[in-house]
Protein backbone atom coordinates (compact mmCIF):
# COMPACT_ATOMS: atom_id res chain seq x y z
CA UNK A 1 0.00 0.00 0.00
CA UNK A 2 1.11 3.78 -0.48
CA UNK A 3 -1.02 6.52 1.06
CA UNK A 4 0.20 9.74 2.96
CA UNK A 5 -2.81 11.68 5.22
CA UNK A 6 -4.37 12.97 2.27
CA UNK A 7 -7.20 11.78 0.62
CA UNK A 8 -5.69 11.90 -2.37
CA UNK A 9 -2.63 9.56 -1.45
CA UNK A 10 -0.88 7.60 -4.55
CA UNK A 11 -2.22 4.83 -3.92
CA UNK A 12 -0.55 1.60 -6.01
CA UNK A 13 -4.47 0.04 -6.41
CA UNK A 14 -5.18 2.79 -9.26
CA UNK A 15 -3.98 3.44 -12.47
CA UNK A 16 -2.50 6.87 -12.93
CA UNK A 17 -5.29 9.08 -14.84
CA UNK A 18 -8.08 7.37 -13.69
CA UNK A 19 -10.63 9.03 -11.43
CA UNK A 20 -13.86 8.22 -9.41
CA UNK A 21 -16.91 6.69 -11.46
CA UNK A 22 -20.26 7.60 -10.55
CA UNK A 23 -22.35 5.87 -7.65
CA UNK A 24 -24.29 2.87 -8.56
CA UNK A 25 -27.71 1.88 -7.46
CA UNK A 26 -28.61 2.05 -4.11
CA UNK A 27 -27.82 -1.04 -2.09
CA UNK A 28 -30.21 -2.33 0.27
CA UNK A 29 -29.58 -0.32 4.36
CA UNK A 30 -27.52 -2.72 6.23
CA UNK A 31 -28.79 -4.30 9.29
CA UNK A 32 -27.54 -2.97 13.12
CA UNK A 33 -24.38 -4.64 13.62
CA UNK A 34 -24.35 -6.85 16.46
CA UNK A 35 -22.00 -5.25 19.39
CA UNK A 36 -19.77 -7.89 18.00
CA UNK A 37 -18.95 -6.73 14.37
CA UNK A 38 -16.96 -3.29 14.16
CA UNK A 39 -16.48 -3.11 10.65
CA UNK A 40 -18.93 -4.63 8.14
CA UNK A 41 -18.99 -4.30 4.42
CA UNK A 42 -21.53 -5.40 1.99
CA UNK A 43 -20.69 -6.10 -1.70
CA UNK A 44 -18.18 -3.14 -1.53
CA UNK A 45 -17.33 -2.12 -4.91
CA UNK A 46 -15.38 0.94 -6.51
CA UNK A 47 -15.30 1.47 -9.74
CA UNK A 48 -12.28 4.76 -10.94
CA UNK A 49 -12.94 6.28 -14.47
CA UNK A 50 -11.18 7.43 -17.14
CA UNK A 51 -11.29 11.03 -17.91
CA UNK A 52 -14.24 11.04 -19.66
CA UNK A 53 -16.20 9.25 -16.97
CA UNK A 54 -16.10 5.66 -18.47
CA UNK A 55 -15.62 3.11 -16.15
CA UNK A 56 -11.65 1.91 -16.27
CA UNK A 57 -10.30 -0.30 -13.34
CA UNK A 58 -12.59 -1.99 -10.78
CA UNK A 59 -10.59 -1.22 -8.05
CA UNK A 60 -13.05 -3.02 -5.19
CA UNK A 61 -15.90 -5.82 -6.87
CA UNK A 62 -18.02 -7.19 -4.06
CA UNK A 63 -16.03 -6.95 -0.96
CA UNK A 64 -17.54 -8.74 1.88
CA UNK A 65 -15.86 -8.32 5.30
CA UNK A 66 -16.86 -8.83 8.87
CA UNK A 67 -14.44 -7.71 11.78
CA UNK A 68 -15.27 -8.12 14.90
CA UNK A 69 -14.15 -6.44 18.23
CA UNK A 70 -11.19 -7.16 20.07
CA UNK A 71 -9.15 -9.01 16.87
CA UNK A 72 -6.30 -8.41 14.78
CA UNK A 73 -7.26 -8.62 11.26
CA UNK A 74 -4.86 -8.71 8.43
CA UNK A 75 -6.08 -7.44 5.03
CA UNK A 76 -3.28 -8.88 2.37
CA UNK A 77 -2.82 -8.96 -1.14
CA UNK A 78 0.06 -7.94 -4.27
CA UNK A 79 0.35 -4.47 -5.67
CA UNK A 80 -3.03 -3.33 -7.15
CA UNK A 81 -4.98 -5.56 -5.26
CA UNK A 82 -7.56 -3.10 -3.65
CA UNK A 83 -6.41 -2.78 -0.23
CA UNK A 84 -5.64 0.98 -0.04
CA UNK A 85 -8.83 1.82 -2.04
CA UNK A 86 -10.42 -0.86 0.77
CA UNK A 87 -9.18 1.33 3.58
CA UNK A 88 -9.82 4.58 1.77
CA UNK A 89 -13.16 3.60 2.05
CA UNK A 90 -13.55 2.43 5.43
CA UNK A 91 -12.32 5.57 6.76
CA UNK A 92 -14.64 7.79 4.77
CA UNK A 93 -11.99 9.45 2.19
CA UNK A 94 -13.63 7.47 -0.99
CA UNK A 95 -17.03 6.90 -1.62
CA UNK A 96 -17.81 3.28 -2.91
CA UNK A 97 -19.77 3.32 -6.34
CA UNK A 98 -22.13 0.39 -5.22
CA UNK A 99 -22.31 -1.94 -1.84
CA UNK A 100 -22.30 -0.37 1.69
CA UNK A 101 -19.91 -0.37 4.94
CA UNK A 102 -20.09 0.18 8.64
CA UNK A 103 -17.57 1.54 10.95
CA UNK A 104 -18.15 0.94 14.86
CA UNK A 105 -22.28 1.02 13.28
CA UNK A 106 -22.18 4.35 11.34
CA UNK A 107 -21.35 5.15 7.83
CA UNK A 108 -17.53 5.61 6.68
CA UNK A 109 -16.50 9.31 7.59
CA UNK A 110 -19.03 9.95 9.95
CA UNK A 111 -17.71 12.01 12.56
CA UNK A 112 -19.31 9.90 15.37
CA UNK A 113 -16.94 7.51 13.87
CA UNK A 114 -13.64 9.19 12.94
CA UNK A 115 -13.63 10.39 16.62
CA UNK A 116 -12.92 6.49 17.50
CA UNK A 117 -10.56 5.39 14.77
CA UNK A 118 -6.41 5.99 14.59
CA UNK A 119 -4.99 5.43 11.70
CA UNK A 120 -0.97 5.16 10.38
CA UNK A 121 -0.58 5.48 6.55
CA UNK A 122 2.68 4.08 5.58
CA UNK A 123 4.09 7.15 4.99
CA UNK A 124 3.27 9.90 7.67
CA UNK A 125 4.11 13.35 6.60
CA UNK A 126 4.37 15.45 10.07
CA UNK A 127 5.75 19.24 10.35
CA UNK A 128 9.53 18.36 10.92
CA UNK A 129 10.35 21.31 12.88
CA UNK A 130 8.51 20.06 15.86
CA UNK A 131 9.39 17.43 18.48
CA UNK A 132 7.26 14.26 18.95
CA UNK A 133 5.46 15.93 21.90
CA UNK A 134 4.66 19.28 20.08
CA UNK A 135 3.27 16.85 17.23
CA UNK A 136 1.35 14.38 19.51
CA UNK A 137 -0.09 17.57 21.60
CA UNK A 138 -1.19 19.09 17.76
CA UNK A 139 -3.15 16.00 16.77
CA UNK A 140 -4.47 15.81 20.43
CA UNK A 141 -6.26 19.46 19.91
CA UNK A 142 -7.72 18.10 16.74
CA UNK A 143 -9.50 15.34 18.56
CA UNK A 144 -10.53 18.45 21.15
CA UNK A 145 -9.09 16.49 23.76
CA UNK A 146 -8.75 18.30 27.50
CA UNK A 147 -5.09 19.76 27.70
CA UNK A 148 -4.82 17.24 31.13
CA UNK A 149 -6.22 14.41 28.98
CA UNK A 150 -3.71 15.13 26.77
CA UNK A 151 -0.42 15.84 28.67
CA UNK A 152 -1.29 12.37 30.15
CA UNK A 153 -1.88 10.30 26.75
CA UNK A 154 1.35 12.14 25.81
CA UNK A 155 3.49 10.85 28.45
CA UNK A 156 1.77 7.71 28.14
CA UNK A 157 2.15 6.98 24.40
CA UNK A 158 6.14 8.25 24.12
CA UNK A 159 7.06 5.88 26.45
CA UNK A 160 4.85 3.26 25.02
CA UNK A 161 6.92 3.48 21.81
CA UNK A 162 9.94 4.04 23.08
CA UNK A 163 10.68 7.53 22.62
CA UNK A 164 11.50 8.80 26.02
CA UNK A 165 15.31 9.80 24.95
CA UNK A 166 13.95 11.64 21.53
CA UNK A 167 10.98 13.15 22.27
CA UNK A 168 12.54 16.78 22.30
CA UNK A 169 14.10 16.42 19.00
CA UNK A 170 12.69 17.84 16.32
CA UNK A 171 11.27 15.20 13.62
CA UNK A 172 13.85 16.46 10.99
CA UNK A 173 16.51 14.62 13.34
CA UNK A 174 14.52 11.30 13.27
CA UNK A 175 15.22 8.20 11.35
CA UNK A 176 12.68 6.35 9.54
CA UNK A 177 12.65 3.88 12.37
CA UNK A 178 11.54 6.79 14.61
CA UNK A 179 9.07 8.69 12.44
CA UNK A 180 7.36 5.18 12.39
CA UNK A 181 6.86 5.30 16.18
CA UNK A 182 6.06 8.71 16.16
CA UNK A 183 3.16 7.90 13.57
CA UNK A 184 2.06 4.87 15.44
CA UNK A 185 1.64 7.18 18.49
CA UNK A 186 -0.44 9.74 16.69
CA UNK A 187 -2.86 6.60 15.61
CA UNK A 188 -3.29 6.14 19.12
CA UNK A 189 -3.63 10.19 20.62
CA UNK A 190 -7.13 9.71 20.74
CA UNK A 191 -7.40 6.60 22.55
CA UNK A 192 -9.19 4.77 19.27
CA UNK A 193 -11.61 1.62 19.23
CA UNK A 194 -10.75 0.78 16.35
CA UNK A 195 -7.02 0.81 14.61
CA UNK A 196 -5.73 1.04 10.66
CA UNK A 197 -2.41 0.43 11.12
CA UNK A 198 -0.39 0.52 7.07
CA UNK A 199 2.88 -1.05 7.30
CA UNK A 200 3.47 -0.43 10.85
CA UNK A 201 7.54 -2.15 11.14
CA UNK A 202 8.78 -0.40 7.86
CA UNK A 203 11.96 0.99 8.87
CA UNK A 204 12.01 -0.87 11.76
CA UNK A 205 15.08 -2.86 13.38
CA UNK A 206 14.35 -6.38 14.91
CA UNK A 207 14.19 -4.94 18.21
CA UNK A 208 11.87 -2.28 17.31
CA UNK A 209 9.42 -4.99 15.46
CA UNK A 210 8.94 -7.15 18.00
CA UNK A 211 8.46 -3.80 20.53
CA UNK A 212 5.62 -2.60 17.75
CA UNK A 213 4.17 -6.21 17.48
CA UNK A 214 3.82 -6.93 21.14
CA UNK A 215 1.99 -2.96 20.78
CA UNK A 216 -0.55 -4.56 18.87
CA UNK A 217 -1.36 -7.20 20.58
CA UNK A 218 -1.37 -4.99 24.03
CA UNK A 219 -4.09 -3.17 21.69
CA UNK A 220 -5.93 -6.61 21.28
CA UNK A 221 -5.93 -7.53 24.81
CA UNK A 222 -7.10 -3.94 25.55
CA UNK A 223 -10.12 -4.71 23.81
CA UNK A 224 -9.32 -2.85 20.35
CA UNK A 225 -9.97 -3.74 16.84
CA UNK A 226 -7.04 -3.39 14.37
CA UNK A 227 -7.17 -3.85 10.82
CA UNK A 228 -3.36 -4.34 9.97
CA UNK A 229 -2.18 -4.03 6.33
CA UNK A 230 1.31 -5.37 6.00
CA UNK A 231 3.72 -7.34 2.74
CA UNK A 232 5.59 -8.56 5.98
CA UNK A 233 3.87 -11.97 6.09
CA UNK A 234 5.74 -13.35 9.18
CA UNK A 235 4.62 -10.09 11.39
CA UNK A 236 1.34 -10.98 10.10
CA UNK A 237 1.62 -14.59 11.18
CA UNK A 238 2.39 -13.03 14.65
CA UNK A 239 0.01 -11.30 15.58
CA UNK A 240 -3.41 -11.64 13.73
CA UNK A 241 -6.44 -13.95 14.43
CA UNK A 242 -7.81 -13.66 10.93
CA UNK A 243 -6.74 -12.30 7.67
CA UNK A 244 -8.42 -11.79 3.91
CA UNK A 245 -6.34 -12.23 1.03
CA UNK A 246 -7.34 -9.73 -2.49
CA UNK A 247 -6.50 -10.37 -5.45
CA UNK A 248 -7.36 -8.01 -8.32
CA UNK A 249 -10.10 -6.62 -6.05
CA UNK A 250 -11.67 -9.44 -5.02
CA UNK A 251 -11.94 -11.54 -2.21
CA UNK A 252 -9.65 -14.46 -2.65
CA UNK A 253 -9.61 -16.04 0.87
CA UNK A 254 -10.65 -15.07 4.58
CA UNK A 255 -10.84 -16.90 7.84
CA UNK A 256 -8.95 -17.89 11.02
CA UNK A 257 -5.40 -17.76 10.85
CA UNK A 258 -4.64 -21.27 12.43
CA UNK A 259 -7.37 -22.93 10.19
CA UNK A 260 -5.76 -21.55 7.29
CA UNK A 261 -2.51 -22.48 7.56
CA UNK A 262 -3.03 -26.02 9.24
CA UNK A 263 -2.28 -28.78 6.94
CA UNK A 264 -4.82 -31.31 6.95
CA UNK A 265 -3.72 -34.33 5.20
CA UNK A 266 -0.36 -34.09 7.48
CA UNK A 267 -0.19 -35.04 11.49
CA UNK A 268 2.22 -33.63 13.73
CA UNK A 269 2.89 -35.34 16.91
CA UNK A 270 4.67 -33.06 19.86
CA UNK A 271 6.59 -34.71 22.81
CA UNK A 272 8.82 -34.11 25.57
CA UNK A 273 12.75 -35.05 24.59
CA UNK A 274 12.95 -38.95 23.77
CA UNK A 275 15.29 -41.89 23.84
CA UNK A 276 16.28 -43.00 20.64
CA UNK A 277 14.66 -46.57 21.63
CA UNK A 278 11.49 -44.47 22.16
CA UNK A 279 11.71 -42.90 18.85
CA UNK A 280 11.48 -45.87 16.99
CA UNK A 281 8.67 -47.17 19.36
CA UNK A 282 6.97 -44.00 19.61
CA UNK A 283 3.37 -45.18 19.03
CA UNK A 284 3.80 -48.26 21.67
CA UNK A 285 5.99 -46.55 24.60
CA UNK A 286 5.11 -42.27 24.10
CA UNK A 287 2.58 -43.01 26.60
CA UNK A 288 1.82 -39.85 28.94
CA UNK A 289 4.43 -38.40 27.59
CA UNK A 290 2.65 -37.23 24.79
CA UNK A 291 1.97 -33.68 24.86
CA UNK A 292 -0.42 -33.13 21.13
CA UNK A 293 -1.07 -34.64 17.98
CA UNK A 294 -2.14 -32.16 15.49
CA UNK A 295 -1.88 -30.95 11.88
CA UNK A 296 1.48 -28.99 11.14
CA UNK A 297 0.55 -25.61 10.05
CA UNK A 298 2.32 -24.40 6.81
CA UNK A 299 3.63 -20.31 7.14
CA UNK A 300 1.47 -17.76 6.07
CA UNK A 301 4.23 -16.82 3.40
CA UNK A 302 3.26 -20.37 1.77
CA UNK A 303 0.12 -20.14 1.95
CA UNK A 304 -0.15 -16.27 0.48
CA UNK A 305 1.92 -17.39 -2.88
CA UNK A 306 -0.21 -20.35 -3.12
CA UNK A 307 -3.16 -18.88 -3.25
CA UNK A 308 -2.34 -15.51 -5.62
CA UNK A 309 -1.06 -18.42 -7.99
CA UNK A 310 -4.35 -20.49 -8.03
CA UNK A 311 -5.57 -16.92 -8.98
CA UNK A 312 -3.26 -15.97 -11.61
CA UNK A 313 -4.03 -19.37 -13.19
CA UNK A 314 -3.27 -18.56 -16.92
CA UNK A 315 -4.71 -15.24 -17.13
CA UNK A 316 -2.81 -12.21 -17.80
CA UNK A 317 -1.84 -9.85 -14.78
CA UNK A 318 -3.74 -6.57 -16.31
CA UNK A 319 -6.26 -4.98 -13.98
CA UNK A 320 -9.64 -6.57 -14.04
CA UNK A 321 -12.09 -4.59 -16.47
CA UNK A 322 -14.33 -2.08 -15.33
CA UNK A 323 -18.03 -3.35 -14.90
CA UNK A 324 -20.85 -2.20 -12.88
CA UNK A 325 -23.19 -4.46 -12.03
Known amino acids: MSDGNSPVGGGAEVKA ?30 VFADFWGRPKVTAVHKLNLSIRRGEVFGLLGPNGSGK ?16 QARVLGYRPGSVKATGRIGFL ?3 SYFYRFLDAVETLDFYGQLFRLPRKVRAERIRTLIGLVG ?41 LDPIGNREIKDLILRLKADGKTVL ?3 HLLADVEDVCDRIAILHRGELS ?10 QRDLTQVVTRRLSEGQLARLREVVGDDLISVEAPRTTLEELFLRVIKEQEGVGNPEPRPAHLS
Open 17 to 46: GAREAGPGPAAPELPVLSEDVVIETRDLTK
Open 228 to 230: LCS
Open 121 to 123: PEE
Open 253 to 262: VTGNMRDLLA
Open 163 to 203: LEGAARRPLREYSKGMMRRVGLAQALINDPDVVFLDEPTSG
Open 84 to 99: TTTVKMLLGLLFPTSG
